[in-house]
């Protein structure tokens, strides 16, 4: 029998950044993961000069504590910040794509919205907040801002975020900051205004975002979390038994390479997919209570990294990507121009897309094989990057159950996570399903996670 201080079943970023934080804090770690490789959705292939990546295509780090982090781990050099061209971004409107607005003079010149649509969005500030407990991201933008803004705007950015359907998805937990200026503030417009001079009286100066890869893609991040000195993984491995006793330790047995080894810890940690639980081999009074749990929808989704020689693509590609509202009824959800996001994404004289195809609202897009997706694909952006020819490389990557979605009455499914958690203690929950879907939210789910006591 082997006594650590914590077992990490689990080996996606959500697991291995907790197994990292916690090993640096100078606990014993040992993580298990079933399948041959660690990461989970991160996943970056190297191809005919192209760098693809398969899940996640770049990592938005929204905190301090998170730029700080990576540094500590010593990744600061490998970072790679996005292009600056990259902040500009493009929407498709009847058939044509169209810068989205990035200050107050292009809200004004746009052509996205007519002078009325502009006109009802300056009635925002006198909008009463909602009463609701959780509102649909559909009824919050329609009833602040207007349709226009949802159709051409917000549910066009759900899409690229979570693959999602804004009139299911939840305000409160997909974006949670606009929630609360809403709820702390009265309006967005007005609150944005006030929390900025607060903070300008307070001497506070917020963190800027900031879009980064790695020199070597996403994959460097995984290979860095899984390194310390505390901290023991195993691959392809399978789990025997998963126990507890009276005075609340937690026993792991694994098969190992055949020969049973029996892990004793007090802090369990499950960071595997949701759907997982179930073969998961617990005695039956944590595996009865793990089955109450109503599991988010996760739809399909593929991913599909096309490259063309340079002068194939009319369009500059002189931005992050372009995004297809649902009204204009398109294939694909959108396209990441990945070569301009950063460098060394393809060869010299050469540029790769990454388009994202399924989600909620068309599921079946995404689970076609590879051949249609690209036929489809190419049928959506010609016409509109002035794309010429066949592409000269794809790498396609099917997810049958990708992004978490924090739906209208996630607060439930929240709750009902502690509530297992307080009655197992030692036992936490983890993933991509709580506190936010994206690299930088998993992180911080690590960097705040509380030894011996259950999440909120």
Not at 261 to 283: G, H, K, N, R, S
Not at 368 to 393: A, E, K, W, Y
């Amino acid at each position: 029998m082997q006594t650590v201080d914590a077992v990490v079943i689990g080996g996606g970023v959500s697991g291995l950044a907790i197994a990292n934080v916690l090993a640096r804090q100078g606990k014993r770690v040992h993580l298990i993961e079933r399948s041959k490789r660690l990461g989970g959705a991160v996943r970056t292939i190297h191809k005919e000069g192209f760098l693809c990546e398969a899940g996640p295509n770049s990592m938005l780090v929204k905190s301090e504590p998170v730029w700080d982090y990576l540094h500590e781990l010593g990744l600061g050099e490998r970072i790679v910040e996005a292009n600056p061209v990259s902040n500009k971004r493009f929407l498709v409107k009847r058939g044509k794509v169209v810068p989205l607005p990035m200050s107050p003079m292009g809200g004004v010149t746009t052509p996205l919205y007519s002078v009325g649509e502009k006109f009802r969005l300056l009635q925002e500030p006198f909008i009463k907040p909602t009463s609701l407990e959780d509102e649909s991201v559909t009824s919050f933008v329609s009833r602040r801002m207007g349709p226009a803004f949802l159709e051409y705007g917000i549910s066009a950015l759900v899409s690229g975020i979570f693959a999602g359907d804004p009139d299911r998805l939840s305000l409160r937990y997909a974006f949670p900051k606009v929630w609360n200026l809403e709820q702390n503030y009265g309006s967005l417009i007005g609150g944005a205004l006030k929390l900025k001079r607060e903070r300008k009286r307070q001497g506070v100066t917020p963190f800027k975002s900031r879009m980064i890869s790695f020199r070597k893609g996403l994959q460097e991040l995984v290979e860095t979390l899984a390194r310390g000195p505390n901290l023991t993984t195993e691959l392809d491995t399978a789990l025997e038994s998963i126990s507890r006793n009276a005075d609340g330790k937690w026993f792991v047995q694994t098969s190992g390479d055949g020969v049973p080894v029996v892990f004793e810890t007090e802090q369990l940690i499950l960071a595997t997919p949701l759907d997982a639980y179930q073969a998961l081999p617990f005695d039956e009074d944590v595996k009865d209570r793990l089955a109450t749990i109503e599991i988010p929808h996760h739809p399909p989704l593929s991913t599909l990294v096309l490259g063309f020689d340079r002068d194939q693509v009319e369009h500059p590609l002189d931005g992050f990507g372009v995004l297809f509202p649902r009204k204009e009824k398109r294939f694909c959800l959108g396209a990441i121009f990945s070569s301009t996001l950063f460098p060394g994404r393809a060869p010299e004289d050469k540029v790769a897309l990454m388009c994202f195809i399924g989600g909620v609202q068309q599921p079946r897009n995404g689970e076609l094989p590879t051949v249609s997706l690209v036929d489809q694909t190419l049928q959506d952006l010609r016409p509109l990057l002035g794309i010429n020819g066949i592409p000269v490389f794809s790498h396609h990557t099917f997810w049958p159950r990708a992004i978490p979605q924090y739906d209208v009455g996630h607060g439930q499914f929240l709750h009902s996570l502690h509530n297992i958690e307080s009655a197992f203690p030692g036992l936490h929950l983890r993933g991509n399903f709580r506190g936010g879907p994206g690299l930088n939210d998993c992180l911080e789910g690590a960097l705040n996670f509380q030894w011996g006591r259950t999440s909120r």
